[in-house]
């Protein structure tokens, strides 16, 4: 395998086809494909979702793994074995976009930054998902957005006109993606409005805590195609548990994209490109969060401008973003 200077390595698992590291890794690929010579790598099995790329197998007994070139390692959560140590980069970057309050976590990622850092004294870039990241971790660095393909993740102007307000959830089908008071929160929307539909594609985990109500849908993660999913909804609820700080969410950010109002809890690394009553509405307390979805499915004037703001906030900032990442990551 030609290892050129030229080539970007991007590292990662590649195991869970609705993990956010996952998303980015397969996100800068496809960003970088047409500008330089991207490369995916795994030291795992990757999921079959992923067989429509080309994922290289590293190894080291049969000497296969990134040589040199640009390594780029998505994601602080996974180990990283001892090729690193043999490998001769021109560049080695750290794409920091898992919260590390959890001490093994903590401990995790300052061991790798030392190892990448320290052996053969070569300086390794840190990238964050957010600022919120960054204030977490001493080192120097800059920001980056997992990217989204907006093209995919864009507004339809077919949907039917309905007398039902559509509120949506998507997220991995783990317990910390969702508040503990979620589960009383939907409740609470369902039953105080027929109108109100909620439909949660990842949440089969709560299901349990949730009773059987007619305008209460619950769907495994996949089940859709996440951007068909998300246009069909009229406003994008996301919070997670108190024990988990979203560390981006990509997954507002294609909602946003869809023109799609959102109402989001204030403590996750997204806050950074929301601009609260502009293109989306940021929540402190379960009451304004009811209070700002109730104004959503009373003002279809107000969904309209807040869906077009979000969409035209993120084309500036996706394609900006686009153009400094090719710029950052291509030789």
Not at 208 to 230: R, W
Request: aromatic fraction near 10%; charged fraction near 20%.
């Amino acid at each position: 395998m030609n290892n050129s200077s030229n080539q970007v390595h991007l590292i990662n698992p590649l195991t869970n086809p609705y993990g956010g590291s996952e998303g980015r890794t397969i996100g800068l690929y496809n960003t970088l494909k047409n500008s330089c010579e991207p490369l995916l790598w795994s030291e795992y099995k990757s999921h079959p979702e992923f067989s429509n790329y080309c994922i290289n197998e590293i190894s080291l007994t049969d000497n296969k793994f990134p040589k040199n070139g640009t390594i780029v390692i998505v994601g602080n959560w996974f180990p990283i074995g001892i090729w690193i140590h043999k490998a001769k980069p021109r560049r080695t970057i750290l794409i920091y976009n898992t919260y590390v309050r959890n001490p093994i976590l903590r401990h995790r990622i300052h061991l790798l930054y030392w190892r990448l850092s320290h052996f053969k004294t070569r300086n390794v870039e840190i990238v964050y998902a957010s600022s919120l990241m960054q204030n977490e971790l001493p080192y120097p660095g800059i920001i980056q957005l997992s990217p989204i393909n907006l093209n995919l993740f864009q507004p339809v102007n077919t949907r039917l006109p309905t007398s039902h307000f559509t509120i949506g959830r998507l997220s991995r089908d783990e317990t910390h993606k969702h508040h503990e008071h979620d589960p009383d929160f939907y409740q609470e929307l369902a039953t105080s409005d027929p109108d109100i539909q909620i439909k949660l594609m990842g949440a089969t985990c709560i299901s349990q805590k949730l009773p059987n109500i007619n305008n209460i849908t619950i769907i495994p993660v996949g089940s859709e195609e996440a951007h068909l999913f998300l246009q069909c909804l009229d406003c994008f609820y996301y919070r997670t548990s108190s024990k988990f700080i979203e560390p981006h969410g990509r997954v507002v950010t294609e909602a946003m994209a869809c023109g799609i109002p959102v109402v989001c809890h204030n403590n996750g690394g997204y806050i950074d490109f929301i601009k609260h009553g502009y293109d989306g509405f940021l929540f402190k307390t379960q009451g304004q969060a009811k209070e700002y979805i109730i104004r959503l499915k009373a003002d279809p004037e107000l969904r309209a401008y807040i869906g077009h703001n979000a969409r035209c906030s993120m084309r500036a900032l996706f394609e900006k973003e686009r153009i400094e990442q090719i710029k950052y990551y291509c030789p």
